[in-house]
């Protein structure tokens, strides 16, 4: 990291990235060093502050977001929390793009490109209905009042017993070097409640405590028997020799399957084979939006700032600021726990 240009020590240097951003950290030391809390600092989305619409709440430094932001998205992160970054594959994964000189190159024909590119457009697809999964979540009383008792649990840890986050089934201590220290009673107790929880709820991982990151369909499903396996799901056994036709109801069974065991394990109603996924996904991307600008104010937020953030979201989101009120609305009803009052959502 470059020496600090001003009387500051300015802030600590972040781990595991390009310099990039550590130069980036040191040239706008003023502006880390004022960022409040001690929780994620999450970027704020390209495409919510090209713009001129949260100009009126950063003023002259909105080009210092701009540039985060950039820095950000060039490193492969949604933010940076302490000396850490956040990876979140959810929010930061490119659209397929094939360079045609390599193509060229590697001599594909044209049917090859069009079998990568339909293979990109599923995985594509996929990548919104697990979005979709995480808005759900993130709009659940349930699941945010586990998240709230773990969250607790958490924090009544000594700091340097605290597992380092992305918090999975396999806990990573934040010691400097390559020693792994025994896990104290309190923080065995804290890993195997968080295991509960990643099991309960699908989840591979928490990214932070804004973040849950779900386990998505493995196709074939090649994991071992351990913790690495998803703790529940809806398996399937195709013969190699079994013919499939395009009217069997191969979905609606799977469907059906999902809803079963959501309610045997006590999972809330919707929660098995989520509908309505793409709303869901908006949802989130709103959510994470307004988390991301508010997270850079202490107590009382500037004046104004929900008409611009209902501007950013516009062009984040590409939906009228009408559709964005709407959506407010929803997520608020959700948490409240109301989801069932929402007819555009039943299914």
Request: charged residues 20%; aromatic residues 8%; contains cysteine.
């Amino acid at each position: 990291m470059l020496a600090p240009t001003n009387s500051n020590p300015g802030p600590p240097q972040i781990r595991w990235t390009a310099q990039t951003l550590n130069t980036f950290w040191n040239d706008h030391a003023d502006w880390a060093q004022a960022l409040p809390g001690a929780g994620p600092h999450y970027a704020i989305p390209a495409a919510a502050i090209r713009g001129p619409q949260l100009k009126r709440i950063f003023g002259d430094l909105l080009e210092v977001e701009r540039k985060f932001t950039q820095v950000c998205d060039e490193n492969r992160i949604v933010g940076v929390w302490g000396s850490h970054t956040v990876g979140y594959h959810h929010l930061t994964r490119p659209p397929l793009q094939l360079d045609p000189a390599w193509v060229s190159l590697l001599g594909w024909t044209a049917q090859q490109v069009a079998m990568i590119y339909t293979a990109g457009g599923q995985a594509d697809v996929a990548s919104e209905r697990l979005q979709g999964v995480v808005g759900w979540l993130l709009t659940e009383p349930a699941f945010l009042k586990d998240l709230g008792n773990l969250r607790t649990e958490y924090e009544a840890l000594p700091v340097p017993q605290r597992p380092i986050f992305p918090l999975g089934r396999v806990v990573t201590m934040g010691t400097p070097n390559d020693h792994k220290p025994k896990l104290s009673a309190a923080t065995s107790a804290f890993v195997g409640k968080l295991r509960q929880l990643l099991d309960r709820w699908g989840l591979m991982q928490l990214a932070t405590w804004d973040l849950p990151d779900p386990q998505g369909p493995l196709l074939p499903n090649l994991l071992p028997e351990g913790p690495a396996r998803p703790a529940h799901g809806i398996h399937i056994f195709v013969p190699l020799h079994y013919p499939l036709h395009g009217d069997d109801d191969l979905l609606g069974r799977v469907r059906e399957f999902q809803k079963q065991q959501a309610a045997t394990l006590g999972l809330p109603p919707g929660f098995g084979g989520i509908a309505h996924h793409a709303q869901y996904s908006q949802m989130f991307r709103l959510i994470h939006l307004d988390e991301a600008v508010r997270g850079r104010f202490q107590g009382r937020p500037p004046r104004g700032i929900v008409s611009a953030l209902e501007a950013a979201a516009h062009c984040y989101l590409g939906i009228s600021e009408a559709s964005i009120r709407r959506l407010w609305t929803w997520v608020r009803k959700c948490r409240n726990g109301d989801r069932q009052s929402i007819r555009e959502l039943r299914g």
